[in-house]
């Protein structure tokens, strides 16, 4: 391993740490809102390396997250399964669906795959909310018996689903850096970079896009998963919902840095910071929010982040390659 | 015509392109013989860059045939006329852009030769190397000077492993000494058993190296043959020669 690579996975070591240990010192209400910005650290940075890297602006993200959700509530409700059990249904069965989305929807480019992947989004919700057995528009919640099966006191679920919520936010970024790190990273970058000139030095870029829009959101079924079995009631609005699940996300990505690892790290603290300042002003928050996506966007394309790496020339998780290294 | 002999490298039979009415390449034939070097020459707009694209799959062709090899590559995506062994500098450097010259080359080299990144990483170096490139090895690609991005697009298609390397204006914007480097560094590329098709409008740079010249015209051949013949062609010289001589000159560099 480079020295590198060592310092990141030593610091995401210590970053897991410090959040796994949270249910030591932390309030309920504390360790709730660091679960929820541990769900939005993975869904940032499985958005970054779609929308990204691999150039595929999907605004439907939300379709795998309420896929994900459901196949809990289902695997839970209907078959009886254990609750954890279903995680790795939910992975599955969201890229599966993935992969069948992108038949259709690669097909199209640019703003077409955008709004594509909104409206296949809301045909999947309508599909929920249209089902009787699942509380069609109204939703359904989890059987307190079924959710004993985690752990049988209720501070100790919470602490599973918090713990959870960290390895997937810690874990995505892990694997995102050991993707760009890799072969196929150098293959995303020079699709973020140039697809013409990509294709011209002979990488697969429907390969590519394929594989990390299907693994992107069999990793996004799995978050929304654990993110409804937190909640323990899951509705289509709710699981489905573009406000919560794309477009925070894309704000998050965008003003972090978009095309870059330490981007969605950086939006993700800068959108929870900000969120937590201005929570009892109601709708001047959403006001803030806005100006600032506008400032940052207008002063620097490559969000907070490309400011920082302009002008300090830093980098938390490098991952260029040198000529003699 | 349909059968390309052995020893081509390159054979474009009858292509056609046209957008609505304008047709930009019309019933464009050639041939490259292995380890042979044809350079293509015609004013603006003649239809050179285009030419290209077609040949490499960027843009295809309306009819016609290109085969490489013997094998017909008409089919094919851009990357697999890479892999088949087709490597181009684009004429508008088109790096990528966030990463460094070095990594722009390993990319072509993993890629292009199929290799892991481990074991692509000597040709990526060498190309750098031949390209004059190793001293900005680490350099952003974004940063580089307009000189020093064709230089990355020249060592960018070696670091593919071509067989057939097209060359779109590179030698335009370069100085007398380093016009001398770079005719020896192609001249040494051919040595190694490189076909290459050259697209330039620095005559004085072109005529050395190649063994053929194609004039190309509003889409069209207008002449085929050894640069020597070629340039005293009347016709040549009236469309070509004539109100482009200036731009053959230092007034660039």
């Known amino acids: 391993m480079s020295k590198s690579a060592l310092r990141v996975t030593l610091g995401l070591i210590l970053v897991a740490v410090v959040f796994a240990s949270a249910p030591a010192w932390a309030g309920r209400a504390d360790l709730r809102l660091y679960g929820e910005f541990m769900s939005y650290l993975a869904l940032a940075v499985l958005w970054n390396l779609l929308a990204g890297y691999a150039g595929l602006m999907s605004v439907g993200q939300q379709a795998f997250v309420g896929l994900g959700a459901y196949v809990l509530f289902i695997g839970v409700v209907t078959l009886g399964m254990s609750p954890l059990l279903t995680l790795p249904v939910a992975f599955v069965v969201t890229g599966i669906a993935a992969a069948f989305f992108a038949l259709l929807l690669f097909r199209l480019e640019g703003a077409y795959f955008a709004i594509g992947t909104w409206v296949a989004a809301e045909s999947v919700a309508l599909v929920f909310a249209g089902i009787p057995s699942l509380g069609g528009g109204a939703g359904m919640s989890l059987p307190a018996a079924a959710v004993r099966g985690i752990a049988d006191s209720r501070e100790m679920r919470e602490f599973v689903i918090y713990w959870l919520l960290c390895g997937l936010g810690i874990g995505t970024l892990a694997a995102a850096y050991a993707l760009i790190r890799s072969k196929p990273g150098l293959a995303l970058m020079a699709l973020r970079d140039n697809p013409m000139a990509a294709m011209s030095v002979g990488v697969d870029i429907k390969r590519i896009r394929f594989w990390t829009y299907v693994l992107v959101a069999a990793l996004t079924g799995v978050i929304g998963a654990v993110i409804f079995l937190q909640k323990l009631r899951v509705s289509p609005q709710a699981a489905f919902s573009l406000p919560d699940w794309t477009v925070a996300v894309i704000f998050i990505v965008v003003i972090g840095g978009i095309g870059r690892l330490e981007g969605a790290v950086v939006g993700t603290v800068v959108y929870f910071v900000l969120r937590e300042l201005l929570k009892d002003y109601g709708v001047a928050y959403l006001i803030v929010l806005g100006i600032v996506a506008i400032l940052v966007v207008t002063f620097s394309g490559g969000g907070l982040w490309g400011l920082v790496e302009k002008h300090l020339r830093w980098s938390l998780m490098p991952t260029h390659r040198k000529r003699d290294g | ?253």
């Open chain 2, 1 to 253: 015509m349909s059968n390309a002999a052995p020893a081509a490298a390159l054979v474009a039979e009858v292509l056609n392109k046209s957008y609505g009415a304008l047709a930009v390449t019309r019933d464009v034939s050639f041939t490259v013989p292995e380890h042979g070097a044809l350079g293509i020459i015609g004013p603006n707009g003649a239809g050179k860059t285009t030419l290209f694209n077609l040949i490499t799959g960027t843009t295809r062709a309306d009819s016609g045939r290109i085969s490489l090899f013997g094998q017909d590559i008409s089919g094919l995506d851009p990357r697999r006329r890479c892999l088949a062994g087709i490597a181009r500098s684009f004429q508008v450097p088109q790096p990528f852009a966030g990463l460094s010259a070095y990594e722009n080359v390993l990319i072509a080299a993993a890629y292009g030769r199929g290799l892991s990144e481990h074991a692509a990483r000597p040709h990526a170096r060498e190309a750098l190397d031949l390209a004059g490139l190793t001293r900005k090895a680490d350099t952003g690609a974004g940063t580089l000077t307009l000189l020093d991005r064709k230089r990355l697009e020249l060592a960018r298609a070696l670091a593919t492993g071509p067989r057939v390397l097209l060359l779109d204006e590179i030698a335009g914007g370069m100085t007398e000494a380093e016009c001398g480097e770079l005719i020896a560094l192609i001249r040494r590329i051919r040595e190694a058993g490189i076909t290459i098709v050259w697209i330039e409008h620095v005559l004085h740079a072109l005529l050395p190296v190649v063994d053929d010249i194609l004039v190309l015209d509003f889409g069209k051949v207008i002449a085929e043959g050894k640069p020597d013949t070629i340039l005293d062609d009347p016709q040549v010289t009236s469309v070509y020669l004539g109100p482009d001589d200036a731009e053959t000159t230092e007034a660039e560099a």
